[in-house]
């Protein structure tokens, strides 16, 4: 007779998981034998991964670098993109599922993500020169998108995020993040034509009379325009002058300024 220490009274036992199982054996005559058997294991299947992500959005130097435990080697691998190496490199951003197979076919099963940062981009406001000539105009920069922190290139050579006390020009911008991805562009500072005023003038036509005139014509700047002239009008144009000389000055939107007499 069989009794073991798990109750069974069956010569043999099966369906085991590991562990010790204790037997003992009793003939006819009540003689006795005792033994212990142990049934093992291995390690749980197992395996844990070193991610590289994406540097710079749209990017294929992703990888994952698989350690597997446990189980008993050698092991398959079969990844959801059709590899079958255990590492996998060159990848772009994306989820990237393992199936390990054991030589016992013992499987474990692992999911991994492979990242990447939003684009790298910039955006600007322009604030253009206002006065033909002039060295007001500026541009903001906004960078959204890469790794912090950002270096900046100007074509002007600066090396700072905004730009201020420009003259009109295309100023050409390179943005690289702590990756070394790069975002270029490039903006236009415009200025106005320059502020200027011609005149038609009419000449009074008898000592002392009054029906000379001057008939302005304003180019250039930025409209609407005001004018003040040395008479104190504030008309574009003058008319019922007595002989002289008259002096105007011509401001524009921008306080642009325009004299002539």
């Known amino acids: 007779t069989f009794v073991w220490s798990n109750t069974e009274t069956s010569e043999d036992v099966s369906a085991l998981s590991a562990g010790t199982y204790a037997l003992t054996v009793t003939d006819a ?14 390690a749980a299947l197992s395996a844990s991964a070193d991610l590289l992500n994406v540097l710079c959005n749209g990017g294929t130097d992703g990888s994952i670098d ?9 092991y398959a691998f079969v990844w959801s993109n059709t590899e079958t190496s255990e590492d996998l490199s060159a990848l772009s951003a994306g989820t990237y599922a393992l199936t390990v197979t054991d030589a016992n076919n013992c499987v474990f099963t692992a999911s991994y993500e492979i990242t990447e940062p939003a684009a790298l981009t910039a955006s600007a406001d322009v604030l253009n020169v206002l006065c033909n000539s002039g060295t007001d105009g500026s541009i903001d920069v906004s960078v959204s998108g890469g790794t912090a922190p950002y270096a900046f290139v100007w074509s002007n050579n600066e090396t700072i995020e905004d730009l201020s006390a420009l003259s009109a020009g295309t100023y050409a911008l390179t943005v690289t993040d702590a990756n070394n991805c790069v975002f270029t562009a490039s903006y236009e500072i415009t200025e106005p034509a320059a502020l200027t005023a011609s005149a038609d003038v009419l000449n009074v036509l008898c000592n002392g009379g009054t029906d000379g005139s001057i008939d302005v014509s304003v180019s250039g700047g930025t409209a609407p325009y005001t004018f003040v002239w040395s008479n104190t009008e504030t008309s574009e144009d003058l008319s019922t002058l007595a002989a002289g000389t008259y002096a105007l000055t011509v401001t524009d939107a921008n306080n642009c300024v325009f004299t002539a007499s």
């Open 29 to 42: 005559n009540n003689c006795v034998f005792t033994a212990s058997y142990e049934i093992t294991e291995p």
């Open 66 to 74: 698989v350690t597997v435990t446990g189980g008993t080697a050698p």
